[in-house]
């Protein structure tokens, strides 16, 4: 989820950055326009913003599907057993998440 606000983030600046003639600056009052080889380092810096935030998406994914793989090999034995294990495996996500935000604050 935190890679997910992140990622949402990032791609708003980007958007913003859709105005080109905001990026340069002005001369006297009046924008000036960017040349061409800004707008494509502009571009591919997105394009490479928007491959990196997929890829650490799915990395988070895979990893959470991973844990609740080993999360359900483990067959608990009863119910309560089960709901104590899924408490934990919840806790540990909810630990994680605050440990992000930590770190996106810094």
């Not at 003639?21 to 040349?35: T, W």
């Not at 359900?72 to 709901?83: G, N």
């Amino acid at each position: 989820m935190i890679l997910f606000l992140q990622r949402k983030r990032v791609l708003n600046r980007l958007k913003k950055i859709n105005n080109p003639y905001e990026l340069v600056g002005s001369k006297g009052g009046r924008a000036m326009k960017p040349e061409k080889e800004e707008m494509e380092w502009i571009k591919g810096m997105k394009k490479r913003i928007e491959e990196e935030m997929s890829k650490k998406e799915i990395d988070t994914i895979l990893y959470w599907k991973g844990e609740m793989e080993k999360f359900l090999a483990k067959r608990p034995e009863s119910l309560a057993t089960f709901q104590i294990e899924l408490q934990n495996f919840l806790q540990r996500m909810q630990n994680r998440i605050k440990v992000l935000k930590n770190a996106l604050q810094k």
